[in-house]
């Protein structure tokens, strides 16, 4: 049974940085694309980044437009974690942040069979 816990979420100033984590329980960690997808209030969850499967930690990686430069995704395979590096956070960054695993490396949230619980970043001016 595969289970994913993120941390590293909180409350952090406009233009700061955050790094969220994510640990996967389970096998075959190198198996699965990994991502992470974020929510904020009245808004439908989205797409920030995704990592592909495989050894020497990840091969492709892919970035919503929104994020692009200033978001950088992980992993390290030996220890089953993926990560996601915030850099020049934005009010508009203040979500849930998601962690999903699944087959194929994509920026759709169906295509991703696990996910965890969220972590909240909040971004204040």
């Known amino acids: 049974q595969v289970q994913l816990e993120e941390s590293g979420g909180g409350l952090v100033q406009d233009g700061g940085s955050l790094q969220l984590s994510c640990f996967l329980s389970g096998r075959f960690f190198t198996n699965y694309a990994m991502a992470w997808f974020r929510q904020a209030p009245g808004m439908r969850r989205e797409f920030v980044a995704a990592?592909?499967?495989?050894?020497?930690?990840?091969?492709?990686?892919e970035y919503s437009d929104s994020v692009k430069g200033r978001f950088t995704i992980s992993r390290d395979n030996a220890d089953r974690m993926v990560y996601l590096q915030m850099n020049n956070l934005k009010l508009e960054d203040t979500a849930v942040y998601y962690c999903a695993a699944g087959g194929a490396f994509s920026s759709v949230a169906r295509d991703y069979t696990f996910w965890g619980r969220g972590t909240q970043v909040t971004v204040s001016s």
């Open positions: 990592i592909s499967r495989g050894g020497g930690g990840g091969g492709n990686a």
